[in-house]
């Protein structure tokens, strides 16, 4: 089945100590993004790719970092996880045309991954 | 700036009834609109997409409306069951892109 896939499903690190979490998807969408979600909060929009541009949230801390090696994976880099970063991270993708304004497609979710900074 | 919000913030009901589930946003020029379920602990769902140009979705036992207009959404639930015990979120793009704007959150519990 086509699918949005994280990796680890569960990350630790210690305070400081660079992380990269891992996103896969077989959907072959050309959009893919990240939200961090903190507990009993709604998902925030972190970036997001559209294609290969890469697009910020003008309130995304710089400790924050993202790649996309090709159309398939995006990772999200934690440079110097506080303790303020821990929080479930979410993976999504979405399919645009961008022919038509506002074509906007269902963003699909992966199971996410829960961070616990030490 | 587009501010989503979902009342009521949590619901517990028992088991059979039907339920309605409310969304409002504040900025009416929107695409669609989306309602995700989450369980605890995991990612999100997509259960229903409306398009502006809708009135309304249905899937099973789940029926959405939009009313941009008065910038409001309603999920309705029929004949609940335990199984529906979830968080659901509504969320609207933000502008013409594809980033999504979530409301807090309507976390229901249907008891047996």
């Known amino acids: 089945d086509a699918m949005v896939i994280q990796n680890p499903r569960y990350q630790v690190t210690q305070f400081g100590k660079p992380v990269t979490l891992s996103c896969s998807q077989t959907?072959?969408?050309?959009?893919m993004y990240w939200y961090q979600q903190k507990s009993s909060q709604a998902p925030k929009l972190l970036f997001h790719y559209y294609d290969k541009d890469f697009n910020n949230e003008a309130d995304t801390p710089d400790n924050f970092q993202s790649r996309r090696p090709n159309t398939s994976f995006c990772f999200l880099d934690i440079r110097s996880p506080g303790l303020g970063d821990a929080a479930m991270y979410l993976c999504?993708?979405?399919?645009?045309?961008?022919?038509?304004?506002?074509?906007?497609?269902?963003?699909?979710f992966g199971p996410g991954t829960r961070l616990t900074v030490l | 700036k587009q501010e989503v919000t979902q009342i009521p913030a949590a619901l517990s009901v028992p088991e059979g009834e039907n339920l309605v589930l409310n969304c409002s946003f504040t900025?009416?020029?929107?695409?669609?609109l989306q309602w995700f379920r989450q369980d605890p602990g995991k990612g999100l769902t997509s259960l229903l997409l409306?398009?502006?140009?809708?009135r309304e979705q249905t899937s099973g036992r789940l029926n959405a409306s939009l009313d941009k207009s008065s910038g409001r959404s309603t999920l309705y639930i029929a004949a609940s069951q335990p199984g529906d015990s979830a968080t659901y979120l509504c969320?609207?793009?933000?502008?013409?892109?594809?980033?999504?704007?979530f409301g807090g959150g309507t976390r229901l519990m249907v008891k047996p």
């Open positions: 999504a993708t979405s399919r645009d045309s961008g022919l038509i304004l506002g074509s906007y497609n269902e963003q699909f």
């Open positions: 409306i398009q502006s140009s809708q």
């Open positions: 900025d009416s020029a929107i695409y669609n």
């Open positions: 969320a609207v793009p933000k502008g013409a892109g594809n980033m999504l704007t």
């Open positions: 959907l072959n969408h050309n959009v």
